[in-house]
């Protein structure tokens, strides 16, 4: 049901390049106690923040020791990394994967959909999710998350840019969530943002115009006055609403 990473040829010249830069400053900072390097995220995925400067680009890092002053052999390489556009880097010690499927199954699932291995074993290939602990930790994440949007909405209240951003942003945090839930129902996780959320509209019978939407204007692709946006945000929270309610309706058959 997942589909797991493709090859360094199907990446930017960009991205190659940083990737490369990556890879070699991590080898001379860790030489022989670096075990894997794996490119994954939405730079994996051939996503990129439409039109903005941010942090985008992920990797994660396994180590035979990742204490505090092993780390620090990579401090000096931060300011290069930030700018470009590399995202703080995920810093595991070898056996952690395995040992934490049971309460982190989302964040290693939306690694395992889109992925390079630049260097080392590949660690992700052979992970396989227990179902109810996926239930889980969509429950939580869903249900958690939802509280901090209606508290968000309180302090952004016609603020249409403010709301609009705030949806945006929670789509991608979110994601995590909508792969989780499409592998419930045993569906195929697309890799690309836009086909996942049209799969997970399809099955959870969800407003897929809705989803587009928000996208479209979060986007700067389309402008709403602030009582649109306010509405869109409303119905936004009602569909995820909805999510969660059906992720609560599979406990007893997991």
């Given at each position: 049901?997942i589909?797991?990473?493709g090859?360094?040829?199907h990446?930017?010249e960009?991205l190659?390049?940083t990737s490369?830069?990556?890879?070699?400053?991590?080898?001379?900072?860790?030489g022989?106690?670096?075990?894997?390097?794996?490119?994954?995220?939405?730079?994996?995925?051939?996503?990129s923040?439409?039109?903005?400067k941010?942090?985008?680009?992920?990797?994660l890092v396994?180590?035979?020791?990742?204490?505090p002053?092993?780390?620090?052999r990579?401090?000096?390489?931060?300011?290069t990394?930030r700018?470009?556009?590399?995202v703080?880097?995920?810093?595991?010690?070898?056996?952690?994967?395995?040992?934490?499927?049971?309460?982190?199954?989302?964040e290693?699932?939306?690694m395992q959909?889109a992925?390079h291995?630049?260097?080392g074993?590949?660690?992700?290939?052979?992970?396989v999710f227990s179902?109810?602990?996926v239930?889980s930790?969509?429950?939580?994440e869903?249900?958690?998350?939802?509280?901090?949007l209606r508290?968000e909405y309180?302090?952004l209240?016609k603020?249409?840019?403010?709301l609009?951003?705030?949806?945006?942003r929670s789509?991608?945090?979110f994601?995590?969530v909508?792969?989780?839930?499409?592998y419930l129902?045993?569906?195929?996780?697309p890799k690309e943002?836009?086909?996942?959320l049209?799969a997970?509209?399809m099955?959870?019978?969800?407003d897929d115009?809705?989803?587009k939407?928000?996208?479209?204007v979060?986007g700067?692709e389309?402008?709403?006055?602030?009582?649109?946006?306010?509405?869109?945000?409303?119905?936004y929270?009602?569909?995820?609403d909805?999510l969660?309610l059906?992720?609560?309706?599979?406990?007893?058959?997991?």
């Amino acid at each position: 049901m997942i589909q797991h990473g493709g090859k360094m040829e199907h990446l930017s010249e960009r991205l190659k390049s940083t990737s490369d830069m990556f890879l070699a400053q991590v080898r001379e900072a860790f030489g022989e106690n670096l075990v894997t390097v794996v490119l994954y995220g939405a730079a994996a995925r051939g996503e990129s923040p439409a039109g903005k400067k941010i942090p985008y680009i992920n990797y994660l890092v396994v180590i035979q020791d990742n204490s505090p002053s092993e780390l620090a052999r990579c401090a000096r390489f931060m300011n290069t990394w930030r700018k470009h556009l590399i995202v703080t880097p995920l810093f595991l010690r070898n056996g952690f994967i395995s040992r934490s499927l049971d309460t982190f199954p989302l964040e290693f699932m939306d690694m395992q959909a889109a992925y390079h291995v630049l260097y080392g074993e590949d660690v992700l290939a052979d992970i396989v999710f227990s179902r109810r602990h996926v239930r889980s930790q969509c429950e939580r994440e869903l249900k958690g998350k939802l509280l901090h949007l209606r508290a968000e909405y309180l302090t952004l209240r016609k603020d249409k840019k403010g709301l609009m951003d705030l949806a945006y942003r929670s789509l991608a945090t979110f994601r995590l969530v909508f792969a989780g839930a499409l592998y419930l129902k045993e569906i195929d996780i697309p890799k690309e943002t836009g086909a996942l959320l049209g799969a997970l509209n399809m099955t959870f019978e969800l407003d897929d115009l809705l989803f587009k939407r928000l996208r479209a204007v979060a986007g700067g692709e389309v402008t709403v006055s602030e009582r649109e946006a306010d509405k869109l945000f409303d119905l936004y929270v009602e569909e995820l609403d909805k999510l969660s309610l059906a992720i609560d309706a599979m406990a007893p058959e997991l």
